[in-house]
């Protein structure tokens, strides 16, 4: 088996390109799906997800048939428990992958559209290029909703105000203050606590149903975040999102940084025009924006795009031995 590896922003995402197994479906969803059922499927995302081939923050895809006229491919994300329904950082990526093996004709000096299907619909990375290098990627994400804003949920530290959005994938975010903590690395381990805290206390309430498909239902991450104040184009956030369970996005979370825009818009604090500034615990950045509104069609919705930058991190080529006592590998957490 083949794959290609890329990091966006420090958070790995390692690409199938050759010997995946066929999944059924009609729909990238009705895919997804079928993934998360078949054990001989699975057993291959847990061959590179798990050590010694991969790690505990592993993320990656395979690609699929495309679903709607014009996208290039389909998309099943997975990561170390599964398989999610939107991943900003991973869609970065493939738009560097794509035009950087030529998967889709791209302008040297210039913006080239690279549209996807994913899980929770169309997605479209506009990846720049000077000279034919790619110098960023900006992803066009589907639209995001907010669910609830100020939702009190009750933790170790005491009851905390949650806001949640609908980005792809639904997120709770709350100010790592309310847990006495910051965004910084020294704090890892309580941050995940945290966030497992908060998204178990929340499973199976009304705020983890999505009403649009209930395939969707379900908070997938927890943005702790650090509001640093405003720069002269906009606010200035640091977050960490964990999600699955315990799992932290290296990135500043490229779909989670929708549901920053959506939420920091709702307040009042970020207009169309304005630019958030969204920094990772590990300093990487990405940038958002809201764009005009309908954009993708979402009645509404807020319409978002994300830029980052996606770099090449290796090639590899992957086997199992029939008699390797590990089998698909292991994790430690």
Not at 22 to 41: D, H, K, N, Q, Y
Not at 42 to 47: C, G, H, N, P, Y
Not at 145 to 152: D, F, I, M, Q
Request: with cysteine.
């Amino acid at each position: 088996m083949t794959v290609t590896d890329y990091h966006a922003a420090g958070e790995p995402f390692r690409i199938v390109t050759g010997g995946a197994p066929e999944i059924p479906g009609t729909t990238v969803l009705e895919r997804r799906e079928a993934a998360r059922s078949t054990p001989g499927i699975d057993a291959v995302r847990e061959l590179l997800v798990r050590e010694p081939r991969g790690h505990s923050a592993m993320y990656g895809c395979f690609l699929v048939p495309p679903q709607t006229e014009g996208s290039l491919f389909g998309v099943l994300f997975w990561h170390r428990e599964g398989y999610s329904t939107a991943c900003g950082h991973g869609t970065i990526a493939l738009g560097a992958w794509a035009v950087r093996t030529g998967r889709v004709e791209a302008v040297a000096d210039g913006v080239t559209e690279v549209p996807m299907d994913v899980p929770s619909g169309r997605v479209i990375a506009a990846v720049t290029c000077e000279g034919g290098e790619v110098r960023k990627v900006a992803f066009r994400n589907v639209d995001t909703t907010v669910l609830g804003r100020g939702v009190e949920v009750a933790t170790k530290s005491g009851p905390v105000k949650v806001d949640l959005a609908y980005s792809g994938a639904i997120y709770a975010c709350v100010p790592a203050s309310a847990f006495g903590l910051e965004v910084v690395p020294e704090h890892h381990t309580e941050l995940v606590a945290a966030g497992r805290e908060v998204k178990a206390a929340l499973s199976g309430t009304e705020w983890a149903r999505y009403s649009g498909d209930s395939r969707l239902s379900g908070v997938y991450g927890v943005i702790l975040y650090d509001d640093l104040g405003d720069t002269a184009t906009g606010p200035h956030q640091r977050n960490v999102t964990v999600f699955a369970d315990g799992q932290v996005d290296r990135s500043p979370c490229g779909s989670g940084t929708s549901a920053r825009l959506a939420l920091l818009a709702a307040e009042g604090r970020l207009r169309e025009g304005d630019v958030l500034t969204h920094g990772s615990i590990i300093g990487t950045t990405f940038t958002g924006r809201i764009l005009p509104t309908g954009v993708n069609g979402t009645a509404g919705g807020v319409a978002t795009e994300i830029e980052g930058t996606a770099h090449l991190a290796g090639e590899s080529v992957f086997t199992l031995d029939p008699a390797d006592e590990l089998g698909t590998g292991f994790t430690l957490r």
